[in-house]
């Protein structure tokens, strides 16, 4: 495996784990929203924050990771995207800001406060669908090179029904992930009334998922046939594998049982999808700017990223690992019995 | 001074690392306090202290929220200002850029479980264990964006040839003439103006009037942490100094006004220069302390301005960046210095008015301090980005919408800013210190 590769397929990973990890984290905020309108905020909101006051910070991480790392091994991108993305850039930054800060406020400041949960909520989607414009782009056809500066072409992107589709993707993924996450929590914390309505949730939003991404799939072929082209013939089977763990995933919450395993289910089903995406993506980052082996950086700074990233894993994983036995795998913390 | 593109990204990229950097210097400082405090309250069995480390824990949870944020803001801010700084400096200085990420990684998952831990384990030092992991990711943090820093001041690890970067070395670039002292001053006054923040909040509650045990402890503790490393710091800068004097002289004359190179050179403090003809006045000379400054030895030759072109020097008010830092820290040892005496007598009150209100200033100074530290280093490396490789003006972005951008991060700036105050005042308004201790320690002695 060239460092290329390897590069760009650990930072897939990354931006997978974050994927997963923030929308957990940007559709609870949602639902804390939500429950706190319907005056129901009492049955999950205390559930919601056991879980995420510990890890909002290392959900962030994450994408600092990704950002870092690609302009890392892609130096290239920050000179596409940098120049490009100035304003749009900012406002996702703006609303990360808002989304952390506003969090830790409420959070450890004062808790009562609906205006906060507010910006928390409406931030939880705003976003992805934000952040999901860079993957957009990268399909091409939002960028122009004139006399060798790079110009963002935002009229095409308001306009495009591809990058439509994967706004609204974007926002039901998150909705639909969060809450099998949040029913699965409630189930190992023997809650459940917040149970009950985090699985209303969940089942609510299962459909438009499928349908989300059928509509990207159609954009798709519209806008970049190429693209397209690569997805169905040579990596069908991921997305058929996506759409099988989509089916055990509704199946096992439906009938109720087995939340633990509807959770890995919808995990591996955007793994299946987000890999597949990824793949057929290559060998473009950018199309048509960007490609993995002509813009990739020198060999002997991959080769030290590569070194640092498998050093950095070795401190990383268990203290994941200690994490996740703190407070998502202790019964008694997710009860709520220990402070 | 015109607001063009390039000017407008001075501007946004140096409003960002300054608020940025105010919060980034508490959050590398203040895990040491808490480890200090949890420390001694264990070995001595005493709550006070215990209660000292959750109180500072729980605000250090508001600043680091808003370092994270501002960090992130600025890690995507230098693509988005810089692009092609970055896209040329990327090749060679990802690395650290990398490393840092896995120390914010180890940091942020051992704080978590910090806060969230206090009465979970059997073992008494147990949680007090969790406190190095987070000590050594922020002070790592910090060690490695120094080293980027240091780079841009001092770069090396590569060759341009025809615009190509080769043979490029990465650990090479790393360490670059400019990291050890850069890395020894950053960390140290880091140290030093948490301490002195911590210090001035006990000065300022027993200057209200609550001078009980539990004050008087916190200001114990922290004056007494504030002085040391305000000894650090100044060897530190002196450190500094000394590899200005050697590898990047301009930056040192621009700050000291110092024109002609020679040896037994005076130390200028304070004055007003006319700029055309370089005459200085009302300034306190103090002969031939430049030298020594610059060299241990008063016959230590100092490089002057003059030797560099003119249009690659840097702005000559630096030099009062320069005078207030060390003024400042001067003041700060000064006074943490004399309570610490004060205090050993026992005749005599430390805790008297004009003191108190001695260390009360000190703290809010203290990050003055850091601010003009940062300004006479990043302005003293005027006009290059990338010294003697790439000016600023070639390195900013295309994009005419940076004034935008400008104005939606300053709201976004002056929000934060005052939410986190008013937020923190609150916090411990609601739950003052004794009322924490009767509810966590009912039976102490
Ligand atoms: C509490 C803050 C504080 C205090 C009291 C001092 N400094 Fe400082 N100084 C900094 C905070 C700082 C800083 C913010 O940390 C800087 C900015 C960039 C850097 O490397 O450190 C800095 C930079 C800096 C530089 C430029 C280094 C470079 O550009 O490479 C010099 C020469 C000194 N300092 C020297 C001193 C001296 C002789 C001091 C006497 C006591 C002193 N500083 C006190
Ligand atoms: C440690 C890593 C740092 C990096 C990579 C960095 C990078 C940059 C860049 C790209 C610029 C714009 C180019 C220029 O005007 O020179 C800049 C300028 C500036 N930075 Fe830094 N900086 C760092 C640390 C800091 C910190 C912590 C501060 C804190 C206050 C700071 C203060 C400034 C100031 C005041 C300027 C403006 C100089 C001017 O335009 O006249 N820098 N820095
Ligand atoms: C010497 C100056 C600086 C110091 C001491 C410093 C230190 C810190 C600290 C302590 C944090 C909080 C990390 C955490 O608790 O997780 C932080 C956040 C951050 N800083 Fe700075 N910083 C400095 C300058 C910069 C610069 C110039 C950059 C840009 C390259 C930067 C990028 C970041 C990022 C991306 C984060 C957020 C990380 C996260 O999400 O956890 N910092 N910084």
């Known amino acids: ?339 | 001074m015109e607001l063009d593109g390039v000017m407008l990204s001075r501007l946004l990229t140096t409003m960002t690392l300054m608020f940025h950097i105010i919060f980034a210097t508490v959050g590398v400082g203040i895990p040491i306090m808490i480890a200090i405090a949890e420390f001694i309250g264990i070995k001595r069995n005493d709550p006070y202290y215990l209660l000292l480390a959750r109180r500072w824990a729980r605000g250090y949870t508001i600043t680091v929220a808003v370092g994270v944020v501002t960090g992130t803001a600025i890690g995507l801010q230098l693509s988005l200002l810089w692009p092609s700084f970055m896209e040329v400096a990327g090749q060679v200085i990802a690395l650290p850029l990398f490393m840092e990420t896995f120390a914010f990684f180890f940091e942020a998952i051992f704080l978590g479980i910090y806060l969230y831990t206090w009465d979970r384990f059997k073992g008494k030092w147990t949680h007090w264990l969790l406190t190095i992991p987070v000590m050594i990711g922020s002070s790592a943090s910090a060690l490695f964006i120094t080293t980027v820093n240091a780079f841009m001041n001092t770069p090396q690890g590569f060759e341009l040839k025809n615009g190509e970067m080769i043979n490029i070395d990465p650990i090479a670039a790393m360490l670059n003439p400019a990291t050890p002292s850069k890395v020894f001053h950053v960390v140290t006054t880091s140290y030093m103006t948490s301490a002195a923040i911590l210090a001035a909040i006990a000065a300022f509650a027993i200057l209200k009037g609550r001078g009980g045990e539990y004050e008087k402890k916190a200001l114990r503790l922290t004056v007494a942490c504030t002085f040391i490393f305000s000894i650090l710091t100044a060897v530190a800068g002196d450190v500094s100094a000394k590899f200005l004097a050697e590898e990047q002289p301009e930056k040192l004359a621009a700050a000291e006004w110092h024109f002609e190179t020679e040896t037994e050179a005076d130390l200028i403090f304070f004055g007003t220069i006319n700029e055309e003809t370089g005459e200085v006045e009302n300034e306190i000379r103090v002969p031939k302390l430049l030298s020594f400054l610059a060299g241990n030895s008063f016959q230590t030759e100092v490089i002057g301005l003059n030797e560099t072109p003119e249009d690659e020097r840097p702005p000559l008010w630096i030099h009062y960046m320069f005078d207030t830092m060390v003024s400042i820290g001067m003041f700060v040892m000064a006074v943490t210095m004399l309570f610490v005496l004060i205090d050993r007598v026992k005749k005599w009150n430390a805790f008297n008015k004009p003191l108190l209100l001695a260390i009360l200033a000190s703290g809010p100074l203290s990050m003055v301090a850091i601010e003009a530290g940062w300004i006479l280093a990043e302005v003293g490396r005027q006009p290059w980005i990338l010294r003697g490789y790439m000016k600023v003006a070639e390195a900013a972005t295309t994009s005419n919408s940076v004034g935008l951008t400008f104005a939606m991060f300053a709201v976004l700036y002056l929000v934060l800013g005052v939410m986190a105050v008013i937020v923190l005042i609150r916090m411990f308004k609601n739950s003052p210190a004794e009322a924490e201790l009767e509810k966590r320690f009912p039976n102490r002695g």
Request: aromatic share 20%; with cysteine; hydrophobic share 55%.
């Open chain 1, 1 to 339: 495996m060239s460092y290329e590769l390897i590069g760009i397929t650990v930072l897939w990973t990354f931006l997978y784990g974050y994927l997963i990890v923030a929308s957990i984290d940007f559709g609870a905020g949602f639902f804390a929203f939500y429950a706190r309108i319907k005056k129901k905020d009492h049955l999950i909101n205390d559930l919601i924050s056991r879980y995420l006051s510990p890890v909002w910070e290392v959900t962030n991480v994450f994408f600092v990771f990704f950002f870092v790392g690609i302009v890392g091994f892609f130096p290239a991108t920050a000179y596409y995207y940098g120049t490009a993305l100035l304003v749009p850039g900012s406002v996702a930054i703006i609303l990360i800001a808002i989304r952390g800060s506003f969090y830790a406020f409420n959070n450890y400041g004062s808790r009562e406060n609906t205006f906060y949960l507010f910006l928390y909520g409406a931030t939880g989607l705003l976003i992805p669908a934000s952040l999901s414009t860079a993957l957009t782009i990268s399909e091409g056809g939002f960028l122009d090179e004139v006399d060798g500066n790079v110009v963002f072409l935002a009229k095409e992107l308001f306009t495009s029904p591809y990058s439509w589709s994967v706004v609204f993707l974007s926002i039901v993924s998150v909705l639909f992930i969060s809450a099998t996450f949040l029913t699965y929590y409630a189930d190992r914390a023997d809650d459940q009334q917040a149970r009950k309505t985090l699985r209303q949730f969940a089942l609510f939003w299962s459909m438009p998922t499928i349908v989300a991404s059928l509509l990207v799939f159609m954009s798709l072929q519209m806008h970049n046939p190429q693209h397209y082209d690569k997805a169905v013939t040579d990596y069908w089977w991921m997305f058929g594998l996506s759409l099988v763990c989509f089916g055990f995933a509704s199946w096992f919450i439906y009938i109720e049982k087995r939340y633990g395993t509807a959770f890995i289910m919808v995990m591996l089903q955007f793994f299946f999808a987000f890999f597949g995406y990824g793949a057929s993506h290559l060998p473009y980052i950018l199309y048509p700017y960007i490609t993995l082996h002509e813009n990739v950086t020198n060999e002997t700074m991959a080769f030290a990223l590569v070194v640092v990233f498998i050093l950095g894993l070795l401190l990383l994983i268990p203290s994941l690992f200690l994490l996740m036995r703190l407070f998502l795998f202790d019964a008694d913390y997710v009860k709520g019995k220990k402070k």
